[in-house]
């Protein structure tokens, strides 16, 4: 059956997934699994950021969008750093396009990666991303230990939020304490008052279920989690000049908040486990 509201394009050798329904338009990558845009209709505002030299030809990660970090975290991997990529595996591989459905709460599409075993992360398992494309982005990465032993991982949708200006923004709903990427992993209290002027890398080590990102007091985007244990906070400032696919201005007119495991999720054979990421214009 056919879905009326997706279209499917090429460019540069990848393929695109670009849905507009009743509620919202947003673009799918299949390099990565990788949702770069959500435009509700509510307001027509744009609420992903993807940095204008972003590579899309699949010669390396896309810089913005949703991300999707597995089986690890960075450079968790249990190697030297540079030994594996940062990130997992998950986001330079082509995915498949499983099903796609329509109804009246918007687009429904399935995902699956060519393959989730690979150096690092050698167990069987199924990975799947569920997105739903309404008044709400829904985002949701499932796995699904489908062998005989254990296994642990951690994973992130590693959003990339459009902002008007990052010194605008305020970050709420954030409590507890959180390891700082920039200072050696030290534990500090999350600040009463989120605000940016500086490189900021954290692990917000609670599994915060909803942040706002509040945009000169007004607020414009509500990240909700789900199944997660931590919320990376993360923006490159001045460092953006050495990250080669951003400008060296970038940073302003973006936030990651990054609903995420960090902390290892085990799955014993059959169990499964679901981390959503909401995405709601407020
Ligand atoms: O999520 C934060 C972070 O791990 C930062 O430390 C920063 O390196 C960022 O992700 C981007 O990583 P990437 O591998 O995409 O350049």
Redesign the pocket.
């Known amino acids: 059956m056919s879905t009326e509201s997706l279209q499917v394009s090429e460019s540069n050798g990848l393929t695109f997934l670009e849905i507009d329904n009743h509620l919202a338009t947003a673009k799918i990558s299949l390099y990565g699994g990788h949702v770069l845009s959500f435009i509700p209709k509510k307001d027509e505002k744009e609420r992903l950021w993807v940095s204008p030299h972003a590579y899309l030809n699949g010669e390396r990660?896309i810089?913005g969008g949703i991300?999707v970090?597995w089986p690890w975290?960075?450079d968790d991997h249990g190697k030297a750093q540079g030994e594996l990529p940062?990130?997992g595996f998950l986001r330079t591989q082509m995915w498949q396009l499983t099903s796609s459905s329509e109804d009246e709460q918007g687009t429904h599409i399935i995902l699956t990666p060519s393959f989730t075993r690979g150096e690092g992360f050698e167990y069987d398992c199924a990975v799947t991303l569920s997105v739903s494309i309404g008044a709400t982005l829904s985002v949701s990465l499932i796995t699904e230990n489908t062998g005989v032993v254990p296994f642990t991982y951690n994973c992130?949708l590693?959003s990339y939020f459009h902002v008007e200006h990052i010194q605008a923004v305020r970050l709420e709903g954030v409590t507890g304490e959180y390891k700082d990427?920039l200072d050696d992993w030290a534990v500090k209290p999350t600040p009463d008052n989120y605000t940016f002027a500086a490189e900021t890398?954290r692990i917000h080590m609670t599994a915060v279920e909803n942040a706002s990102i509040v945009v000169n007091d007004t607020p414009f985007t509500d990240v909700g989690s789900q199944g997660n244990d931590s919320l990376?906070v993360?923006n490159?400032w001045q460092g953006a000049a050495s990250?080669s696919d951003m400008d060296p201005f970038g940073y302003k007119h973006m936030l990651?908040v990054?609903s995420s495991i960090t902390q290892g999720k085990t799955l014993q054979p059959t169990e499964s486990h679901a981390m959503v990421q909401t995405i709601t214009p407020v």
Request: with cysteine; hydrophobic share 35%; net charge neutral.
């Open positions: 990660p810089r991300p970090c975290f960075s940062a990130h992130a590693h990427k890398d990376v993360w490159p990250i990651c990054e």
